[in-house]
């Protein structure tokens, strides 16, 4: 039987290849020449949102304390330290790589398996790195912004970067079925919560909820990219 990652890479792999015959010349985007599927796809995980996953982070948000919603997002994003370290490493940034490598030792030990983030308290920052960044910073270019069922936003590029970043997941590597999916359930869960006042913003700024979240993504990733220091662009 395959396994879940082959699963993911699988998936991922089938919706990039679609793209091919799913540009339209309804597109107005040159970063968007799959718009006729995205929209599509948007759509469905709109539905998606607001059957299943919004009631659930709502859920939450209201029976969780807040002092356990910040020691689940700690303790995922210690997790996250270990591979955000690899890619500030294969980026070069190698003090900046060092310094995750040091939050991971120290909240994983002083703050008790990353239920606190001692290690912020010290001065050593939060990093944001995956490995779409990585490809950026090797030179690979967008391939143009597409949305994917599930995933929601990403660019070829980062859904390329993804399949690898889900690959070496430390919440895969879980031997046990049950407490894996209910440790992604629960990270994912956490993660759609802390997005519920971003819903707001969108709604009430938005005249046109697709075009809106793909131009905040597309900023986003510009941003990440260049650690917070974007070049400046004619438009």
């Known amino acids: 039987m395959m396994g879940e990652s ?3 890479f699988l998936l991922a792999c089938c919706a990039v290849l679609a793209l091919s015959g799913c540009a339209t010349t309804a597109a107005t985007n040159p ?9 599509a796809m948007f759509e469905v995980n709109e539905a998606v949102d607001t059957v299943v996953a919004k009631p659930l982070a709502k859920g939450y948000e209201r029976a969780v304390p807040l002092p356990v919603k910040a020691s689940v997002g700690n303790f995922f994003a210690n997790l996250a330290d270990l591979f955000i370290g690899v890619n500030n490493g294969l980026q070069g940034k190698v003090g ?11 909240n994983s030990t002083v703050g008790l398996f990353g239920l606190f983030d001692v290690a912020s308290e010290l001065g050593l920052d939060k990093h944001d790195e995956d490995f779409g960044q990585t490809l950026a ?10 949305f994917l069922p599930i995933l929601g936003p990403r660019t070829v590029r980062d859904t390329a970067g993804w399949i690898v970043d889900s690959r070496v ?6 031997p046990r079925v ?6 992604a359930g629960l990270r994912f869960v956490d993660v759609r919560a802390s997005l519920l006042p971003a819903d707001k913003l969108v709604d009430e700024a938005a005249l ?9 993504y597309l ?15 004619q438009d």
């Open 6 to 8: 082959a699963k993911a």
């Open 31 to 39: 970063r968007d020449p799959y718009e006729g599927f995205n929209r």
């Open 178 to 183: 049950a407490v894996r999916n209910s440790a």
């Open 96 to 106: 900046d790589g060092a310094s995750d490598f040091g939050r991971l030792l120290i």
């Open 219 to 233: 900023q986003r990733r510009l941003a990440q990219r260049y650690d917070g220091r974007p070049p400046k662009t």
């Open 208 to 216: 046109d909820r697709y075009t809106y979240i793909r131009d905040a």
């Open 137 to 146: 910073v090797w030179g690979v270019g967008d391939g143009g912004f597409v």
């Open 169 to 174: 997941d430390p919440i895969r590597r879980i």
